[in-house]
T-cell receptor, first 113, second 117 residues
Framework: DVKVTQSSRYLVKRTGEKVFLECVQD?????MFWYRQDPGLGLRLIYF???????EKGDIPEGYSVSREKKERFSLILESASTNQTSMYLC????????????FGPGTRLTVT | AQKVTQAQTEISVVEKEDVTLDCVYE???????LFWYKQPPSGELVFLIR??????QNEISGRYSWNFQKSTSSFNFTITASQVVDSAVYFC??????????????FGKGTSLLVTP
């Protein structure tokens, strides 16, 4: 079975802190994605990566950056956390684009105070 | 513009009732993919089904069935004889071949299903 793990289930940070959210997948998938989920807004794409060191902006990249140094790991970085970044963050991976389903990690609920 | 619309925000049914979750999508692509995911209270999204735009056959998997109709741009999901364990938020999603977002999923806002004993 595909396994996508995220470094933390719950995280509390202070405004202005630099925050790292880590995601690891164990199925040699090409594509990896970061979404955030907010009540009433559903899931929105922040960034995605289709190869090592490659990244593309999604719908809401402002305030975030990403890093993919190894195929299995995709990190989301909040350079200076703000309260409006309090959210559930979901990582996903897929073998290839389009025709293949994405597998999701358990999510990280981030609270910025 | 919203590409996937799930008009039902919340649905409550009594166990053993049948329930249909609606999904309407919008795309100009001729090649696209539709998905349903389940998000139980634990939070992890679970993949249920994928359909490509060239396959309009309905699908049945146990108590779950899906009705894909290109003429109405709909991909509805029916649970037959619902059970308490079906309580979750269900998301419909669209992936477009011509998207510049790496085939990322465009999600609807989800339908929260509550099944009571």
């Amino acid at each position: 079975d595909v396994k996508v793990t995220q470094s933390s289930r719950y995280l509390v940070k202070r405004t202005g802190e630099k925050v790292f959210l880590e995601c690891v997948q164990d199925m040699d998938h090409e594509n990896m994605f970061w979404y955030r989920q907010d009540p009433g807004l559903g899931l929105r794409l922040i960034y995605f990566s289709y190869d090592v060191k490659m990244k593309e902006k999604g719908d809401i990249p402002e305030g975030y950056s990403v890093s993919r140094e190894k195929k299995e790991r995709f990190s989301l970085i909040l350079e200076s956390a703000s309260t409006n970044q309090t959210s559930m963050y979901l990582c996903a991976s897929s073998l290839l684009a389009g025709a293949y389903e994405q597998y999701f990690g358990p999510g990280t609920r981030l609270t910025v105070t | 513009a919203q590409k996937v619309t799930q008009a039902q925000t919340e649905i409550s049914v009594v166990e053993k009732e049948d329930v249909t979750l609606d999904c309407v999508y919008e795309t100009r692509d001729t090649t696209y993919y539709l998905f349903w995911y389940k998000q139980p209270p634990s939070g992890e999204l679970v993949f249920l089904i994928r359909r490509n735009s060239f396959d309009e056959q309905n699908e049945i998997s146990g108590r779950y069935s899906w009705n894909f109709q290109k003429s109405t741009s709909s991909f509805n999901f029916t649970i037959t004889a619902s059970q308490v364990v079906d309580s979750a938020v269900y998301f419909c999603a669209l992936s477009e071949a011509d998207s510049n977002s790496g085939y990322a999923l465009n999600f609807g806002k989800g339908t929260s299903l509550l099944v009571t004993p």
